[in-house]
């Protein structure tokens, strides 16, 4: 197997005869989640989700776009054909444009480290700009955050309320998502889908286990805050439902069905571990105490409707409450 770095001869077959290849950009954990859900479907074994998602389309090549070289040979260890390219560098993506049918754009705008007062998704502007050269693909999912909505105290969320992104984080994922609408009004099928806190217990990092050990405090009950979460494996087939499913300029909550306060989450997961639940501080000694960051997911509170997400994209969800994702 090789690198795959030409498109020409892919873009000039006529569609009959095209397989469906999907483009994974961002390409990490969940993106080689949802690789396995779409080569299910494209086998001879075609059960579940992925069947569901893309019976219409028996044949699906993955491809991913990758700026390491070290992952290379674990892209194609997972049957997925890498492509070199880095969303800092415009000229290493012109080989992008016209090679995909469906782009599964998961990766996230640059860090704080790049400016914390940058606002702007430069990767996501490049990427768009890539796939415009030449034949449009059919759609492109952007997996967003749910953090665009900012502090909503509390209330319940649907896709149609307003965003109010309160960090240079989330005004980057909002900027993201303007580039992948202005393709959208182009003539690509492009989606969005926001999603909450990832976890998984085989997802590096993917459970609160490691915080319980520390004994890092949560808020008192008075001072706590709603939180939203989605099992890895529950999004990859959400992502790969809205490659084929997601309406155009439609917005999905990828969340699951959960509804608890943070410190109930912490309290919930250290009894399944059989750990001491984590100590309460009220939020005046949280905001001396805690690093900036933890506190800035402790002062934002949003339930997410994620009625889309079970009626439009019809998923049903394998693991729609924490208590079954966090035993798995």
């Not at 491809?63 to 492509?83: E, F």
């Not at 969005?192 to 915080?211: N, Q, S």
């Amino acid at each position: 197997m090789r690198t795959v770095f030409l498109s020409n001869f892919l873009g000039a077959l006529p569609a009959r005869f095209r397989r469906q290849r999907v483009l994974i950009v961002g390409c990490g954990d969940v993106g080689l989640r949802v690789a396995r859900v779409l080569q299910g479907a494209g086998g001879g074994t075609r059960t579940g989700i992925a069947a569901t998602a893309v019976s219409h389309a028996p044949r699906v090549r993955v491809l991913a776009l990758t700026s390491s070289p070290d992952r290379v040979a674990l892209l194609r260890a997972a049957g997925i054909t890498p492509l070199q390219g880095n969303l800092d560098d415009s000229a290493t993506l012109r080989r992008l444009a016209g090679l995909a049918t469906r782009v599964l754009h998961l990766a996230p705008p640059p860090g704080d480290g790049a400016g914390p007062a940058q606002r702007h998704d430069p990767r996501t502007t490049r990427l768009v700009r890539s796939l415009r050269r030449r034949s449009l693909p059919q759609a492109l999912v952007y997996a967003s955050t749910s953090g665009v909505y900012g502090d909503c105290s509390g209330a319940w969320v649907t896709e149609a309320r307003p965003v109010a992104p309160a960090t240079p984080r989330a005004q980057r994922r909002v900027d993201a998502e303007r580039s992948v609408r202005q393709l959208g009004r182009a003539g690509v099928r492009a989606s969005i889908l926001r999603v909450p806190g990832i976890y998984a217990p085989d997802r590096v990092g993917g459970t609160p286990e490691a915080r319980l050990r520390k004994g890092t405090p949560v808020l008192t009950a008075p001072d706590d805050v709603f939180t939203n979460h989605i099992h890895a494996d529950d999004l990859a087939r959400a992502c790969a439902l809205a490659l084929w499913r997601g309406a155009a300029q439609r917005i999905y909550h990828a969340s699951d069905d959960t509804v608890l306060k943070m410190g109930d989450y912490f309290d919930l997961a250290a009894d399944l571990y059989g750990l001491p639940r984590p100590p309460r501080l009220p939020r005046s000694a949280a905001s001396t105490q805690l690093p900036a960051m933890l506190l800035s997911f402790m002062s934002e509170s949003r339930r997410l409707d994620n009625t889309r997400l079970h009626r439009e994209l019809r998923l049903r969800l394998r693991y729609p409450h924490v208590a079954e994702g966090l035993r798995c």
